[in-house]
């Protein structure tokens, strides 16, 4: 059984892909609403697809030019195979059919759940949660299906399905990487056009809307109304969706690469039950697994009371989500005994071969498992209603915006102290356990549930559109209410959702980081090399520009929906009487477009630096390893800047949003109930404005950046001196061998033949003597390795000839 | 001649406060106005005292608890001298002397430029830049009479005033290191409660006065307009004096301590005229003759129209600056070219020793110099008045206070772009021509010009002042007028200041950090090591919680100074009719009270952390070395992140306050002129306020946070590891021996002793061979060097014993 364990993940895939279209189906026959209704919701569902036909044509530009350019690549290069082009169309195909694919049941799901909030509110969260689920398991089910396809087909094109050496394991796993550097370059378009789309339409929306025109939000007369809603799906569902999707297969792939390593440090092969792959099928396994697990998770899901409130709704959620944890906690301890030998041998730098059992193993995964759990609670207090942070924003609202934005900036900032000393203490303790084989399996035990976070993410959208749709087809208030709850918990969830996200992402990319130093060789990053350092900085430029320009890009595209919206409340009579129909498709055009353009300049940035990097200086000749840790710098300083930027916008900008709603319920101030349409509601609707971009646009991208830049470099690094350290522990790998010469006869002479083994570093000698002609005497020392010196005495206390 | 030049930069020194006393002298001889002019400046005079002496009560607890550290830690670890203690105690009571007398002058300078306003313009400046002249030449001169009086003191002490091996020279360095510890922390605090001083009480007395009552700035009837001028002197007098006397003192430090390696690469010791401490002296020689040079260029800033606009003061101020920085290249050139041998030998790491040209050296310095007027050029780009980015900020007001701030976080963001890559390029360039040497020599070179570049940064505030004590004392228009030209021009060089006071803290950071990494003697900092990784991310965490906390603090204390003011417009009669005389020294003393209280958690953060990082793990057990490792990959995470985050606060500040300035003279949004009291208008004045604690608290402390970080870890690097690898280079650093033994007969035996010599990691090796007793045997190889392995042959070909 164990020897089939390969295929194991695809089939947990393909039954969480078979659930997923059960559930989609269930979804579907639901009741989709009366005529008015459903008119909007169609109108969303085209807004979403056209956007989405849009962005891939665009894409499908983006794949071609950069498969032809890893072609070339690997002809040029022998030790890259022409397989990753077809690796990385499928990881490019297979991330944007999850995004697909969720899009879809999103649009749907909104108006069934809207109909159901009609009858009850554990009817409307069935279905927003299944429709979420849906995404959820889409996205896990297409990651393990593909990546565990594409792993399987190489092991067999490259290995001929059997375990050879780590050289050729290497092989496969550098051509698997393509898989995920597609993935992660659609992620990246994904989430930064997204993040533009749907800021650009909600501001738009607002400023005339609201502001100008005085009309409540989702009113059916605002043009760009439509717009908003597709924006929530193009951004919080597909975008979000791509960026897990990404972050899932990386997580794999990273573990699988450093899993290999350990088959490395342990002499170059191990014997056991999986044909001496186990370390590099357990990620696998795990995420396998998780699919499973999060399917339970899901199923628990569920509330019976009909005047349930945001807590009891919450509780569903934890319940749900808490159990797939414990679960995963318990699989990983299966896992982990039954496919790792019982102690195994990891290099740790510096230190040398280190003996670890595969219990410690399973405690970097329980260290995974913890990060992803307190994140959510650091980032829920920093963001969450009624939390102290949130009332001194609200506090500090009274004294105008000014203090607001200064109040929110500052708690974001504050947010990376607790957060940082988290991610911090899980890679020391992570690679204390077992090394950045533990790093990488701490990120995939994290990740295994997956597909349970993202039906947690997507419902919360969902219900946001449910509720839109209920505000335009003008549906009775209680409607509003039930989907305002549901709403509401999205909210939480989105922010809790944002710091897995983070953390997933900061965990995956240190993962990669170790895989990125072992393919190349390198001797490790040491930032006492200037070029390194200078490097390090740019590195941690990169995240700040790349905020800067997505800030922008929204501001801009922002600018051309007020036009457009100012335009049709101009030209269109009986727009504000509701008897002339407002022209959504337009507002929709504007959106597609200026987030498809502005998403340029980011992802040129993302994309260009490490290739300027990396082919700059070698077109100069530089050597190539220093080459490698320069890169290795930028990477580290790409990560460390973009995960304390990522919490920063993130946190803010939750904060902000948060602060602005605890003025719906009323907040104290100064003594006095304060309300909406106060002096401080107005303030803090500015801190609100400019939290939008900060964690819809500019702090999700941190994540996608990070992560795409580690996998660029671990892309390019066969390039840059792969394989060159790509012998196996354990094994000899340096004879040296000294000659010493007596001059006995005139033909004939003594010879003192010392062979020094290096063996891991470690020296021992052995010394043969013979005589013969000097002829022969050289050939025996050749055959017994590196002649390093040759003396010849004159006699026995003088050298008369020396070389070295 | 060449002997004596140890005492030149003293004799320079000297000659620069002998100008600053006749300066000072020939300023208080001007005429300081009438009464109530007087009492004004009186005020503001007693209340910075107030605050300085306030400050340094608490300061000099600070100064006594630290001593007692540094005196213990030098009782327990052999290679701390209690010497430091002394250098430290000077260190603090020099820059604490240097910030009074700028404080002095430039509170006494603001009457008598208001004053002189009343006749002409040029008058003025001659005044207010005489001033700023003074504090110029007293933070230059006490720098560098305070650290080469105690190099001298110390080489003498240590050395007995000749040279004797760099390992002696180390323990001088590191002794020394005292008096820049003692200069850092002082200008911690002075930086931080000046920052909080002045923008609680501008922020306090715009929010009560100009918002909530409605009187103009600096209007008497304003309880916390003292406390608002004393801000001035406080923060940007006191803050930027106390700022650039720790960098100054910290670069040439640093230059000295590599200057020290530069000796130990070249084999232990040189001969040239300077008593073979050229490459030492050089950095003290190049900071003396800079304080000439600024006095001459202190000597060109003069106008003589009274007619003359801002662009012509700028003029003025530039010919002085551009003239002094080409004096300090041709001083470089001939400094250089004179006390360097003509090659040199340097170690590149991972390159192996180099020869090096003194040529080179000039080189890097003329990197610095680059460096230092890009800079300024980039910040003037990103924060002047009429420039692109600060028009679009003004064109985003139009829609309100959130694109406003959006539109200028996004200019603080990209400008890092071009100074990133300045800073990267600097570091590789300079590195390149003459190691860390050279990065080290370019920060003392763009550093030698600093007393002219604190003339003019102090000229601003006190213009500002003078200006302020025009509008109290209800002068003729023309005299706010004149007073406002010099104003504005000190506005932009306030920005170019703070751009030129990053710069040279990111280089003075690097040159420490090389100095910290030779001290321990550790191999590099290898970030692939996942404690240093960890420390990496905390580092970088670092200034972004800093930042917060410093913009909290301004918040906490603003509120207090808000309440303070509707107090007394409440409670004191006649107040607002110009007939109750407000307290102005209860506002003055909140300020004080609450910036000093809110100084100590920033100061702690700043101190605690690399102390826990250092000692916490040595209480632990961990090994020193991979300690140091920690530590510098804490050190270069704070260097990163806080050189960011410093770009990023400075300049979004400055161009939200240009941006707000822009509407005094009138802009055009959409076509229409749009001027102050227009919605657009408020929208700016919301972005400033914010802007306010970026650019005046947070952001400058960056500066400190940066260098005080690499001091500590330079002060603490002789405990985790200094002098382990004090060798000197060139010489034998390994001697290996190998013995192989043949039993010849029961007493005697044959041996074979081969000695391997590594000198700079080369190996040779030499054989002997001697017959004797075992006793005699072992005792040869004793002799010869370390013992590796002994080999007892049993016949030719096998071992019987083999000890490794």
Redesign the interface.
């Known amino acids: 059984m164990e020897s089939m364990m390969i295929y194991m993940p695809i089939v947990m895939a393909v039954l969480g892909l078979i659930y997923m279209w059960i559930k989609k189906s269930w979804v579907m026959k639901q009741d989709a609403g009366d005529g008015k209704m459903k008119e909007i919701s169609d109108h969303i569902y085209e807004g979403a697809l056209a956007f989405l036909s849009a962005e891939y044509r665009l894409l499908a530009i983006f794949v071609v030019i950069v498969s032809i350019a890893l072609a070339s690549v690997s002809f040029i290069v022998p030790t890259t195979h022409i397989l990753i082009v077809v690796a990385f169309i499928f990881g490019a195909f297979f991330s944007a059919l999850a995004g697909n694919i969720g899009m879809k049941i999103a649009t749907k799901t909104n108006v069934r759940t809207t109909q159901a909030a009609r009858t009850s509110l554990p009817n409307a969260l069935k279905i927003s949660f299944g429709g979420g689920t849906v995404m959820g398991l889409g996205v896990a089910g297409l990651a393990v299906l593909g990546l565990t396809a594409f792993f399987i087909g190489f092991f067999h094109f490259f290995m001929g399905g059997v375990w050879t050496n780590t050289m050729d394991m290497t092989i496969v796993l550098e051509t698997l990487a393509g898989f995920s550097l597609g993935a992660e370059s659609i992620a990246l378009f994904a989430r930064v056009g997204g993040g533009i789309y749907t800021k650009a339409a909600d501001v738009g929306a607002d400023?005339v809307g609201k502001v100008e025109a005085g009309i409540p939000e989702d009113d059916p007369r605002n043009p760009a109304t439509i717009a908003d809603n597709v924006g929530d799906n193009v951004g919080d569902v597909a975008g979000m969706g791509a960026d897990l999707f990404g972050s899932y297969v990386a997580t794999v792939l990273a573990a699988m690469v450093l899993g290999n390593y350990v088959i490395k440090d342990m002499g170059g092969s191990i014997s056991d039950a999986f044909g001496g792959i186990g370390p590099i099928l357990l990620p696998m396994a795990i995420a396998g697994v998780g699919i499973i697990i999060s399917i339970i998770g899901t199923m628990l899901v569920k509330i019976s009371n009909n005047d349930a409130k945001e807590s009891q709704v919450m509780g569903a959620l934890n319940k749900g989500n808490i159990t797939a944890i414990i679960l995963v906690a318990i699989s990983c301890y299966g896992l982990v005994t039954w496919m790792l030998p019982e102690t195994m041998k990891m290099e740790f730098?510096?230190e040398g071969l280190q003996e670890i059992s595969s219990m410690r193993v399973f405690y970097a995964t329980l260290v995974g498992l913890i990060v992803g759990g307190v994140i959510s609670a650091v980032t829920e207090y920093y963001t969450g209603l009624g939390k102290s942070p949130i009332l001194k924003i609200v506090q500090?609202s009274s004294?105008?915006?000014?203090?607001n934005?200064?109040?929110g900036?500052?708690?974001g900032?504050?947010s990376?102290?607790p957060s940082?000393?988290l991610?911090?203490?899980a890679?020391?303790a992570s690679?204390?356990f077992a090394g950045?084989y533990g790093?990488a399996l701490a990120a995939s035990a994290m990740m295994a549930t997956t597909a349970m976070q993202l039906a947690i993410d997507a419902f919360g959208p969902i219900s946001d559109n449910a509720g839109g749709i209920a505000e335009m087809s003008e549906q009775e208030p209680i409607v509003r209410e039930r989907t305002d709850i549901l709403d509401s918990v999205g909210n939480t969830t989105a922010a809790t959702g944002k710091g897995f996200a983070i953390a997933s992402a900061a965990l995956t990319s240190?993962a990669l980081f170790?895989a990125y130093?072992t393919f190349t060789g390198i001797?490790?990053?040491?930032?006492?090399?200037?070029?390194v350092?200078?490097?390090?900085?740019?590195g941690?430029?990169v995240p700040?520009?790349f905020?800067?320009?997505a800030?922008?890009a929204?501001?801009k595209a922002a600018?051309e929906m007020?036009q457009e919206v100012r335009r049709q409340f101009r030209d269109i009579p009986g727009i504000m009487e509701g008897t002339g129909k407002p022209e959504y498709d337009k507002c929709v055009a504007i959106s597609t477009k200026a987030s498809l353009k502005e998403m340029m300049l980011p992802g040129l940035l993302t994309i260009g630096f490490p290739l300027i990097i990396a082919f700059l200086p070698l077109a100069f000749g530089m050597e190539k390893l220093?080459i490698a840790e320069m890169l290795?710098?930028y990477m580290?300083?790409v990560t460390?800047?973009g995960?304390?930027w990522a919490i920063?916008q993130n946190n803010a900008g939750g904060a902000w949003d948060n602060a602005k709603k605890s003025f719906e319920a009323g907040v104290e101030i100064n003594g006095e109930m304060t309300y909406k349409g106060s002096e401080a509601h107005k303030a803090a609707?500015?801190?609100?404005?400019?939290g939008d971009?900060f964690k819809d646009t500019s702090g999700p991208s941190m994540n996608i950046l990070i992560k795409l830049t580690c996998l660029i470099g671990l892309v390019i690094a066969p390039i840059l001196g792969g394989h060159t350290d790509a012998k196996p522990h354990g094994e000899e790998i340096k004879k040296e061998v000294?000659v010493?010469i007596k001059q006995t006869s005139g033909e004939l002479a003594m010879a003192t033949i010392t062979t020094f083994k290096i063996v891991d570093g470690k020296?021992?000698?052995?010394?043969?003597?013979i005589e013969g002609t000097i002829a022969e005497i050289e050939k025996k020392a050749k055959e017994a390795g590196t002649i390093v010196?040759v003396?010849v005495?004159k006699n026995?206390?003088e050298?008369i000839e020396?070389k070295?």
């Not at 350092?533 to 740019?538: G, I, K, Q, S």
């Not at 020296?763 to 003597?769: F, L, P």
């Open positions: 400023l730098f510096g500090q004294t105008g915006a000014g203090t934005i200064i109040a900036l500052a708690t900032m504050i990376t102290f940082v000393l991610f911090a203490g890679i020391w690679y204390a950045f790093v240190l170790a130093v001797d490790g990053i040491n930032i006492f090399k200037a070029p350092l200078a490097m390090l900085f740019v941690g430029m700040v520009v905020s800067a320009l800030m922008n929204v501001g600018m007020v220093a290795g710098g580290a300083g460390v800047s995960v304390l920063f609707v500015t801190g609100d404005t400019v971009p000294k010493e020296k021992t000698s052995e010394i043969e003597k010196s003396n005495l026995e206390n050298i020396s070295q």
